[in-house]
């Protein structure tokens, strides 16, 4: 089988994070609560080591500010749901996932927020500038996927956050799909609320995931209950990252997450990327010129800061036929495995005239090859000449 | 209980009144109310049971008045869920049992609500998984369940009491891969033949809720009302030693592992039927033949082919199947639809 829905989760991960989760969960994995005895303090370790190897690699230099998370959608709710006032203005835009969009749609309903969604260019980019024309005086919060999960293309989340800061407001980003793969620096990109999710590119388990929350802002915790610490504390504790931690922490999950940081920082997220960039970029001079596909997103010379401007995702359509149709060819007959449809972001898909169909998602990962994907290539040349004729012939 | 209305049944001398009685205190689970469903349903309603639940996923359509006794063209009319129309229907037949319809695709999520309290389950279903599913359920709980089935002018029926007979699942070894066995929609079904094994489901069924255990038929009946042969096949009557169901108590239907999982997809109007089991074997649909079967009952013009996939049109929406028996249904977004169109034109 070849896995190419690594933008869905990551597959296989590297064998250290199955071997740390396995050996942590056998002989290490006590409750971590401060309960003082030497197992305990070991799991209490795993966490704090986590959390420091990924203040780390997020450029935070507080790392009690990193609080784990279920994934990115949980980070997102609690960011969204523990920040937002009643009449507050929020900016975002028409490339969001679900876990951003539908948040911040069910607030609108409710009339609690007003939202505005900035449009990409048609290939897939974010205009500082119409963002900066978006902001009201009642703005309070900048919400931007960093890498989109359909197309792939990054925003300038720098210069979106100076902007920002400059304005007050406060920037979240979601860093589902570029923790890992592209450089996030919170204080250099002015980033106040990182979102972000352990079972992609950072190569954990699902079921971790995490939020920092930078010093300018106070999230009202909704997730209340033990923390291990100030229990004679009738209300959650203030100090982080207590305050949004209460629960037994999925401590295997996060050792596993630890062992997958470490292969990110060791590997270096430019060779991952980059290696994921030269696969995209084969499959779309493979498939470029032939006209039975429409390939979505920036052509493959569109660069940013030097470099190719998009994650190693790259979605597509074979003329005439349904992306489901297309996807489980692939899986049943050539054993390829790929992701068809609307990958939880409809409005992208408006936005590329691929709704409500949506795409054919091919996303490599560190552990492709170009052999898989001439493969994948051919196989889709294959599919594209096999149209249906009627069985009267 | 009204001796007048059941006057002749009590005269029949294994019921007698200590039957009629037993009867009004017995419930029952028709599953699948067509041609053998309702017959059954109605049958068990006017002799006098005391409950009967009948579970449908289905709407009437025209096609189904040739043989399913419950219905009529004003029920076509008002376009209701069979299950409803059949419980309205019942109630006029019969005011004084307690009749109630269900409108729902018995799966391994609910099957163990919608079945409970059942004193023997009728299968009235159109396809194997769910007698599979219902195998489970008896052989988990021991409750009976009599087993029919008809296609053309063949009839089969066998009685299933868990822990005494064999039980469905010792006669497969492995569940019939989808797309491999004719169904009604595609090779037709004579309706007296439906009415004819459904009359000895009732039979088996009244034997069974009046305590009449010695007068059951041991074995599988195979009838063929064309040809007229009338055979009782005595199946070895002991359970297989390797059935994983009633010998080891895998229920891997009503666990969810064999059975099929329909899913609306992510964006297309359209859900997903993956059939539980036989992929995991490599094993695959012949798309030629049935394409081949398909052709008389939609019309060759409605059908198409390529190497991976065979397409047909089929009530305004496009069914696409492929070879390891998976399927797409686009134009709809009801899963229970899904699963109905699947068994009556590919078969599950
Ligand atoms: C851009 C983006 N945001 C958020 C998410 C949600 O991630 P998770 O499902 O791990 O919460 C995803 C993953 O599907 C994503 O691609
Ligand atoms: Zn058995």
């Known amino acids: ?94 490339l969001e996932h679900n876990a951003v969009t539908r948040p911040l749609n069910s607030l609108e309903r409710q009339g609690v927020i007003t939202v505005t969604r900035v449009r990409p260019s048609p290939q897939g980019f974010l205009d500082p500038g119409d963002i900066k024309r978006a902001i009201t005086h009642k703005t309070r919060l900048v919400a931007l996927v960093h890498a989109s999960n359909v197309l792939g293309t990054v925003q300038p989340i720098g210069d979106v956050g100076r902007l920002a800061r400059e304005r007050d407001l406060l920037f979240l980003v979601d860093a589902a799909q570029s923790a890992g793969l592209w450089p996030v620096n919170v204080e250099e990109q002015c980033i106040d609320l990182l979102a972000f999710t352990g079972h992609k590119s950072l190569f954990g388990p699902p079921g971790t995931g995490g939020l920092y929350v930078g010093g300018r802002v106070e999230l009202r915790p909704w997730r209340e ?40 920082s060791r590997t270096g997220t430019d060779k991952i990327r980059r290696h994921g960039q030269a696969l995209t970029s084969q499959l779309l001079h493979a498939l470029g010129d032939d006209t039975r596909f429409t390939l979505y997103g920036p052509p493959p010379e569109a660069e940013v800061g030097g470099g190719p ?53 091919i996303s490599p990962g560190f552990f492709n090859t170009g052999d898989d994907i001439a493969q994948v290539a051919l196989a889709l040349k294959e599919i594209a000449s096999s149209t249906a004729v009627s069985s009267r012939q | 209980m009204k001796t007048e209305r059941y006057l002749r049944q009590i005269l029949f001398h294994p019921i007698g009144k200590e039957g009629q009685r037993r009867l009004a205190e017995s419930s029952a689970v028709v599953v699948g109310c067509g041609a053998i469903g309702s017959t059954t349903a109605s049958l068990l309603v006017r002799s006098g049971i005391g409950y009967l639940r009948v579970i449908d996923r289905d709407v009437l359509e025209e096609s189904n008045l040739q043989r399913q006794e419950l219905f009529d063209e004003e029920d076509l009319r008002e376009g209701l869920p069979k299950a409803l129309a059949a419980e309205k229907r019942l109630r006029r037949i019969n005011s004084a049992i307690r009749v109630e319809g269900i409108a729902a695709d018995l799966n391994p999520t609910n099957a163990e609500t919608l079945l409970r309290d059942a004193q023997v389950i009728l299968d009235g279903t159109d396809n194997f998984e769910t007698r599979l599913l219902l195998n489970d359920y008896a052989l988990k709980t021991g409750t009976p369940w009599i087993y029919s089935a008809c296609l053309g002018s063949q009839a089969l029926l066998m009685d299933i009491l868990p822990g005494k007979t064999l039980c469905l699942r010792c006669l497969v070894d492995s569940v019939p891969l989808p797309g491999s066995l004719p169904t009604c929609e595609t090779a037709g ?109 939609l019309g060759v013009d409605n ?9 047909f049109r089929l009530k305004g929406r496009e069914m696409v199947i492929f070879p390891d028996g998976r399927a797409l249904l686009f134009g709809t977004q009801d899963t229970s639809l899904a699963r109905t169109l699947y068994s009556q034109y590919v078969g599950l």
């Not at chain 1, 036929?321 to 990958?343: C, K, N, W, Y």
């Not at chain 2, 297989?240 to 969810?256: D, W």
Request: a negative charge; glycine letters at 10%; one cysteine or more.
């Open chain 2, 303 to 311: 059908i198409s082919q390529s190497p991976y996939l065979l397409k």
């Open chain 2, 189 to 297: 079904i004579l309706a007296p033949a439906a009415k004819l094994i459904a009359s000895i489901q009732t039979t088996e069924a009244l034997k069974i809720l009046t305590n009449h255990p010695e007068a059951l038929i041991s074995g599988l009946v195979n009838i063929d009302l064309w040809k007229g042969s009338f055979q009782k096949v005595d199946t070895q009557t002991a359970p297989s030693p390797t059935c994983p169901a009633c010998q080891k108590g895998e229920y891997e239907f009503l666990n969810a592992k064999g059975f099929s999982l329909t899913t609306t997809l992510c964006g297309s109007n359209a859900v997903q039927i993956t059939p539980g089991g036989n992929a995991e074997n490599g094993a695959k649909i012949d798309l030629v033949a049935l394409s081949l079967r398909l052709q008389s009952a």
């Open chain 1, 309 to 361: 401007a998009t994650s190693p995702i790259l979605s597509l359509n074979i003329r005439g036929m349904e992306p489901q149709v297309v996807g489980t060819i692939l899986d049943e007959s050539f054993g390829i495995a790929v992701r068809s449809g609307l990958h939880c972001a409809p409005g992208t898909h408006k936005e590329i005239g691929s709704f409500p169909q949506g795409t054919v998602r």
């Open chain 1, 225 to 264: 209950g033990g923390t291990g610490v100030d229990s004679q504390n009738p209300v959650q504790p203030e100090d982080m990252p207590f305050r949004l931690e209460g629960g037994t922490p999925n401590f295997v999950g996060l050792a596993g997450l630890k062992a997958g940081v470490e292969f990110v």
């Open chain 1, 1 to 94: 089988m070849i896995y190419l829905d690594n933008a869905a989760t990551s597959f296989p991960k590297p064998s250290e994070v199955y071997g740390e989760m396995d050996e942590f969960f056998r002989e290490r994995a006590a409750n971590p609560g401060r309960a003082g005895y030497r197992l305990s303090t070991e799991a209490e370790k795993g966490i704090e080591m986590t959390r420091k190897a990924l203040a780390g690699l997020f450029g935070a230099s507080e790392p009690q500010r990193l609080v784990f998370t279920l994934n990115a959608t949980d980070a997102i709710n609690m960011a969204i749901k523990g920040l937002l006032n009643p009449g507050d203005h929020v900016i975002t835009t028409t």
